[in-house]
Nanobody
Framework: QVQLVESGGGSVQAGGSLRLSCAAS????????MGWFRQAPGKEREGVAS???????SYADSVKGRFTISLDHAKNTLYLQMNSLKPEDTAMYYC?????????????????????WGQGTQVTVSS
């Protein structure tokens, strides 16, 4: 049984940093795709960052240069380092995993390709 458990969310002032973690069990992170998505109240879930089966990464334009996705295969854990946070980054952040061999840029928009989702971790950025 695959489980994805996020942690690291919280409240921070604009300009601050947070690091989200997603611990995967029952799923081998090596050779498959993973990503971070977020959903703000009243908005659709959107892709934030993804990493494909060849370890290529892709980012939403709104977070480029501020967020970094990384994967520790030894720990089976996905990370999202978030710097220079803005109030518009406020959302529930979800970790996702799947078996697609699609490219990272496509994974950001192909939400339905991900088979497994975490429960989410809240990030709140105040101005």
């Amino acid at each position: 049984q695959v489980q994805l458990v996020e942690s690291g969310g919280g409240s921070v002032q604009a300009g601050g940093s947070l690091r989200l973690s997603c611990a995967a069990s029952g799923y081998t992170t090596s050779g498959y795709c993973m990503g971070w998505f977020r959903q703000a109240p009243g908005k659709e879930r959107e892709g934030v960052a993804s990493i494909d089966s060849e370890a290529i990464t892709s980012y939403a334009d709104s977070v480029k240069g501020r967020f970094t996705i990384s994967l520790d295969h030894a720990k089976n854990t996905l990370y999202l380092q978030m710097n220079s946070l803005k109030p518009e980054d406020t959302a529930m952040y979800y970790c996702a995993a799947g078996y697609s061999r699609g490219q990272a840029w496509w994974l950001l928009i192909a939400i339905s390709t991900f088979s497994y989702w975490g429960q989410g971790t809240q990030v709140t950025v105040s101005s």
